[in-house]
């Protein structure tokens, strides 16, 4: 699979399943107490550090860029499909989001505070984890954090329907460890981690494990 095949079959299917998509997830945050426990350590660990501007890399509809702006940073949201990047302007009409891909932020170098990738590297084919890696370290300031969500486990599952809509999306579970190894060869070290078991969400129970790494950019890595 090319850059094109991966990042044009991504953009589609959640072009195709926006709406669904951002109805489904719009309150789901609110049931999660230790994700927001996350957040809120992220935010936190930013703005006594001095803050700066935040970016959050595949945004969606803007719901966990609606949250970190009331946190306090300052934030843009990032996504690859227009789609649900309309939905969120829908929602959340006074965020700045923006259509781009994490392969290539459209971001100066070493300007950045924070970044938050909260379950968008699980689209990422495990070949471009190292560049997607080192786009992060590449706009995150010297000492700048950033925190990703990932789903835990060793598979890929692919999905071919969502909300009654037709879509070809894999998603791809990692165990910490390795999540964690591979951002370290990017510069980026680890200084904190949440995995939590599988939780029930409007009637429904999530398939895997989930975990949360926060990362720090570190030019001294061994």
Not at 145 to 172: I, N
Not at 180 to 191: D, N, V, W, Y
Request: charged share 25%; hydrophobic share 45%; proline share 5%.
């Amino acid at each position: 699979m090319t850059d094109a095949d991966f990042l044009a079959e991504t953009r589609a299917s959640y072009d195709t399943m926006a709406a669904g998509y951002a109805t489904r997830f719009r309150a789901e945050l609110a049931a999660r107490p230790v994700d927001r426990a996350m957040l809120a350590a992220f935010a936190e660990t930013v703005l006594t550090g001095g803050g700066g501007p935040v970016l959050e890399v595949g945004c969606g509809p803007g719901r966990i860029t609606g949250h970190l702006r009331d946190l306090g940073l300052a934030v843009t949201g990032l996504d690859l499909s227009p789609g649900m990047l309309a939905q969120g302007r829908l929602a959340h009409p006074d965020l700045r989001l923006v259509e781009a891909s994490m392969l290539d932020l459209p971001v100066a170098d070493g300007v950045l505070a924070g970044l938050v990738a909260w379950y968008s590297v699980i689209h990422v084919p495990d070949a471009w984890l190292p560049r997607v890696f080192a786009e992060f370290h590449r706009v995150l300031a010297p000492g700048g954090h950033a925190l990703l969500a990932f789903q835990v486990g060793d598979e890929t599952v692919r999905y071919t329907e969502a909300w009654g809509e037709p879509v070809s999306l894999a998603f791809r579970r990692r165990r910490p460890d390795h999540v964690a190894a591979l951002l370290h060869a990017a510069g980026l070290a680890e200084r904190a981690r949440m995995c939590r078991a599988a939780q029930e969400f409007d009637g429904a129970t999530e398939r895997t494990p989930q975990a949360c790494l926060l990362v720090r950019r570190d030019d001294d890595r061994a």
